[in-house]
């Protein structure tokens, strides 16, 4: 299967800072990007679902201006958490769907970044 | 809307016993169905998929699944369990209509295989 490096598996940050978390698609072009959070023991919840090169949809409830996504290029795609708070502590996993494939294939996923804010 | 219910939270099962892992799902015309596997702090690990063809699918790690279209089930089986099956496992539906194609993922079963 495709493979999708993600990193940093962990981070630790202060209340207030910014933390950005990188998605690289190592042996396919991912046209198409999703974002999902993940709290424990729940399952995974989209928040973003972006195309390259346009800007990023969010689902109802996220917010646009503190989860910054960039998916500039076909192979790497970012989330920005910004002004980070203890509430945003959780389980981040980006996910690509090969683009050059049919529409009906399985999505890949990163390794996950657990983000802690302190 | 596309929805996917994982009835169980937990199954437990003893190390080379049958397991079943249950999901059904609910969507607008013919569904793509998914297995997930996640094991703790990585990311989620595709296991198998339906999309057409076979209602029994088989898939990674000597998982199958049978797709039951009467009653809109896609129930993980495997017919002897390890202890090293011990994992978080999703099932995802794909609706044709969904125009992102976004795949909507159960809440998860937690498998726990005793030796």
């Known amino acids: 299967g495709a493979v999708v490096s993600q990193h940093p598996s962990r981070v630790i940050c202060k209340s207030g800072t910014s933390v950005k978390i990188e998605c690289r698609s190592l042996d396919f072009q991912a046209t198409t990007m999703f974002w999902y959070r993940q709290f424990p023991k729940q399952s995974l919840m989209l928040m973003a679902t972006s195309n390259e090169g346009s800007k990023a949809t969010y689902e109802q409830g996220v917010e646009k201006d503190k989860f910054l996504i960039n998916h500039a290029s076909l192979t790497l795609s970012t989330l920005t958490v910004t002004s980070a708070h203890p509430e945003d502590s959780s389980f981040y996993i980006c996910?690509?769907?090969?683009?050059?494939?049919?529409?009906?294939?399985?999505?890949?996923f990163g390794q996950g970044t657990r983000l802690t804010v302190v | 809307a596309q929805s996917v219910a994982q009835p169980e939270d937990q199954v437990n099962v003893a190390e080379g016993n049958p397991l079943t892992v249950k999901c059904t799902y609910s969507?607008?015309?013919?569904?793509?169905l998914f297995w997930y596997v996640q094991y703790p702090n990585r990311g989620l690990q595709f296991l198998l998929k339906y999309i057409t063809g076979d209602n029994l699918v088989k898939g990674s790690y000597g998982f199958e699944a049978e797709f039951n279209k009467s009653q809109t089930s896609f129930h993980l089986k495997k017919p002897s369990a390890l202890v090293s099956d011990s994992a978080l496992y999703f099932c995802?539906?794909?609706?044709?209509?969904?125009?992102?194609?976004?795949?909507?993922f159960g809440t998860g079963t937690r498998l726990l295989v005793s030796p």
């Open positions: 969507v607008s015309g013919n569904p793509y």
């Open positions: 995802a539906v794909r609706g044709l209509n969904t125009g992102f194609q976004k795949l909507v």
């Open positions: 996910s690509y769907r090969d683009g050059a494939r049919e529409k009906n294939t399985e999505a890949f």
